[in-house]
Every structure is written in structure tokens, then in C-alpha cells.
């Protein structure tokens, strides 16, 4: 199901709203929290159960991108994207149909397992293409539609929290809410298959102002390749510790403020906590497309010693002053959310950088298992310890300084792993008269 070749007035500003029509949709993982109350209170859930279809989705994610980044290379975006239109609300309508039996497990299945098959796909699926399209910017075109992923929340948020204040938060309230999503979902990601196309590779045309996109030139690696050279897990390490840094705040950020300020002169209450995780939420959007057009500047390396240096220092102003100042908290947390969401549109042009383009959508999926670890490894960490201080009597900011304490120490490795990234040795670049036969072949294949 390849898209069709872009004809010759066709103009490369079509690809991005395509692209953010699926990642706009699949950036409602982010707003799973506004479930779980609900699916707690009406069947009978603990917190840690509530928080299982999330983080299903996440290790899915990583497994279905690095699995499946190769079916996206050979059989082009629009397959991809309607894989992940059919999974992610398909997802959604099975976990409609166990919330109205009050069969948790099927809940798990859909949004979970199915839905992050979905999710997977569907994040890899525009990168590839966009890269193409713009040679000339790659770390804005990807920042562009990576951030509808980290701005998904925005809108599946209060959309859901109204849905379930409409329908009732009962588990036939859940049910109705699941469904509308789920068909909500499918119609507006039809859009993106409909609209993406593919750029021609002949003509070379000035890409400023050119619908179609210049033959791929310079270093150029496979995927098969790429995951042997120590650049690709150097990256793998960079994407990991930035990650586990990121969402080790985002998972907890509502009862980490409250807790902070709980023994000052100014407790947050529960409406600002609210406040401040969509602050936060903004400012990981903001990060996307800020951050990695920036990248288009300074450079790749340079902009990942910023997410990852001015992130460890950010950590330690929280630690250290972090309960004596709300304002000097917020920012150091709105900054460290930016690049968050940064180092993940990042990574694409990073890795264009480094491989070329010939795979890198499929690069991209193998590198996203990191992902996967680090959705795992960033909440056990802030949560595992902070329970433990609970038990041992401690309060307030203190549950949460050796926590801090290993973030920085995260980051700081991270900074190292950046550090030794060199160009590709060129015993793993492919000749470029076997590039040309298969651009040719997958020109061909979608014509």
C-alpha cells in the first residue's frame, strides 16, 4: 500500500499536517492519568493496575517501532500509517468492550497491546518521509510532527475528562468514552493516509522552494548495519538517559509539587498541581519543534550537550534549592519537560546525520527500544525510592533527593555516550549504485 509519487506541483508543506493528523491522535497515550481514577474506582483497580494499559503501550512501542522499522522503509507511510490508524483504534474499541463487561484484562489487550502496536507505527511512520521531503531542515520537520505526539495530551485531556464528566465515570460511562475516541481517532488519522505522499528523486530541484525532494546524497548505512556500529548505541544510551530524566517528572510531576512545597508557608492544592502538569506538558511540546529546529543551527552533538549538561544542572538547582523556591522549581522542571520532548525530535535528524537516509525510519524503530527501558526505568525510580523515604519517616522534598541524585548521574553518562559519537566508519556505507536500484525498485513498486 505505498503512496503515490508526489506529481510536480505538489508542495512539501502537504507532508507535515499528514503527518501530525497520526501524531496528534497517538499523542493521547500522555493522557492516560485522566482513566485512571475512574477505572480505579469503578472496577475495583489499585493504582499500580490502573497503570498497567500505559505502560504496555510504552514497552509496545519501543518493540513494534524497532520490529516493524523495516516494514515502514519497504512498504512507505501510507501502509504504515494505516497499520497504526487500525491498531490504535482498534485498541480503543476492545478496551470499549471490556469496560462495559468489566473484563480489565481486555483493557489491557486493547489499549495496551493492541493500541501500542499502533503507537509504534505510527511514530516511525512519517519520519522517514519527512527527512526526504526536507534535506535542508530535517531536525524542524520532524520537530513539527513529533511535537503533535507531545501535544496529543492537550487536547485528549480535558476532551476525555469531559467525555466522562458527559457520559458518567462509571465503567458504561469509560465504555462510551473509549468508543467515541476510538472512532474519533480513525477518521481524523484517515486524513494523514490520505494525504501523505512520497518525493520524486529525479530533477533535483531546489528544495526551498520544490515539490520534489533532491536523490539521497552522502554517507549512507542500513539499518542492519547501523545497529553494529557503536554510533548507533552510543545514540541508544543519549535517547535512553534523556528519557528516564524526562518522564522520571512526568509521571509523577501532580504529587511531587504537592509534596515539595507540603511543609512550606505555600502547600500547592490540587487545582495547581493540575496546572502545573499541563505546564509541563506545553513545555515538552514547545521542546519538539523549539529545540530541534534549533538543532538545524547549532548542530546535532551541540544541541544534545545542552539537553544533557544544562539537564544534570537543572536536577541539581531542583535538589538543592528546589523546596525554597516555587518559581526557580517550575522553571527548572518546564526546562528539563523541553528537553525531554526535544531529544526526541532530535534524534531522527541525528540520526540522518550519522546514517543518511536510505533506512533511517527503520534506524529510528530500533533506536526507540530505548524508549521502552526508559518508560520502565524513570517512574520505578522516582516511585520505587520515594516510598522507601515514606517508610523510613522522611517527607517533603526529601523523598525525592536521591532520586534526583541518580538523574544527574543518568545524564551525565548520557553526556559522555554524546561525547564519543564520531562519523560512521565507511566499511558500513552501502554502495551507492545498490541505493540508486532500490530507490528505483520502491519508485517503481508505488508508481
Not at 493500541?115 to 531536525?139: A, C, M, N, Q
Not at 534524534?347 to 533506512?359: E, S
Amino acid at each position: 500500500m505505498s503512496p503515490p509519487v508526489a506529481p510536480p506541483a505538489w508542495s512539501r508543506w502537504l507532508v507535515p499536517p499528514a503527518a501530525l493528523s497520526v501524531h496528534l491522535s497517538i499523542g493521547q497515550a500522555y493522557a492516560w492519568s485522566v482513566f485512571k481514577p475512574p477505572l480505579e474506582s469503578s472496577l475495583n483497580l489499585s493504582g499500580t493496575q490502573s497503570a498497567l494499559p500505559f505502560q504496555l503501550a510504552i514497552v509496545m512501542l519501543g518493540l513494534s517501532a524497532a520490529f516493524g522499522g523495516t516494514l515502514v522503509e519497504r512498504n512507505g507511510p501510507r501502509w504504515a500509517m494505516t497499520v497504526a490508524l487500525i491498531c490504535f483504534s482498534s485498541g480503543f474499541l476492545i478496551s470499549a468492550l471490556g469496560a462495559e463487561t468489566k473484563q480489565f484484562w481486555l483493557i489491557v489487550l486493547g489499549y495496551g497491546f493492541v493500541g501500542g502496536i499502533g503507537l509504534g507505527i505510527g511514530y516511525i511512520s512519517p519520519v522517514s518521509t519527512l527527512i526526504k521531503w526536507f534535506p535542508d531542515r530535517p531536525g524542524m520537520a520532524t520537530g513539527i510532527a513529533i511535537m503533535g505526539f507531545g501535544g496529543g495530551a492537550l487536547i485528549a485531556s480535558p476532551w476525555s475528562a469531559q467525555m466522562l464528566k458527559s457520559f458518567g465515570s462509571d465503567n458504561t460511562g469509560i465504555a462510551q468514552t473509549f468508543l467515541v475516541l476510538g472512532l474519533s481517532y480513525a477518521v481524523f488519522m484517515t486524513l494523514g493516509v490520505l494525504l501523505v505522499r512520497v518525493p520524486r528523486t529525479e530533477g533535483s530541484q531546489d528544495p526551498a522552494n520544490s515539490s520534489g525532494a533532491p536523490a539521497l546524497t552522502g554517507v549512507q548505512v542500513s539499518a542492519n548495519s547501523a545497529v553494529r556500529t557503536p554510533q548507533f548505541w552510543c545514540l541508544w544510551v543519549v535517547l535512553c538517559m534523556n528519557v528516564t530524566a524526562g518522564i522520571g517528572i512526568l509521571e509523577k510531576a501532580a504529587p511531587m509539587i504537592t509534596d515539595f512545597f507540603a511543609d512550606t508557608s505555600t502547600p500547592v492544592s490540587v487545582s495547581a498541581a493540575a496546572g502545573f502538569v499541563a505546564l509541563l506538558s506545553a513545555a515538552n511540546m514547545a521542546g519538539r519543534i523549539g529545540w530541534s529546529s534549533t538543532s538545524d543551527l547549532i548542530g546535532r552533538k551541540n544541541i544534545y550537550r545542552v539537553y544533557l549538561g544544562v539537564g544534570a544542572v537543572m536536577y541539581a538547582l531542583i535538589a538543592l534549592f528546589g523546596d525554597s523556591s516555587k518559581p526557580l522549581f517550575i522553571l527548572c522542571a518546564l526546562v528539563i519537560l523541553s528537553f525531554y520532548g526535544g531529544g526526541f525530535a532530535t534524534v531522527p535528524a541525528y540520526l540522518k546525520d550519522l546514517f543518511g537516509t536510505y533506512q533511517v525510519g527503520a534506524i529510528h524503530g530500533r533506536l526507540l527500544t530505548a524508549w521502552s527501558l526508559a518508560g520502565v526505568l524513570g517512574p520505578l525510580i522516582v516511585n520505587w525510592i520515594a516510598d522507601h523515604q515514606k517508610d523510613a519517616g522522611k517527607h517533603g522534598a526529601s523523598l525525592y533527593d536521591t532520586s534526583f541524585l541518580i538523574m544527574i548521574g543518568l545524564l551525565v553518562i548520557g553526556f559522555v555516550a554524546n561525547e564519543l559519537v564520531r562519523p560512521v566508519n565507511a566499511r558500513h556505507h552501502i554502495p551507492a549504485q545498490r541505493e540508486a536500484v532500490d530507490v528505483e525498485r520502491h519508485q517503481s513498486e508505488s508508481a
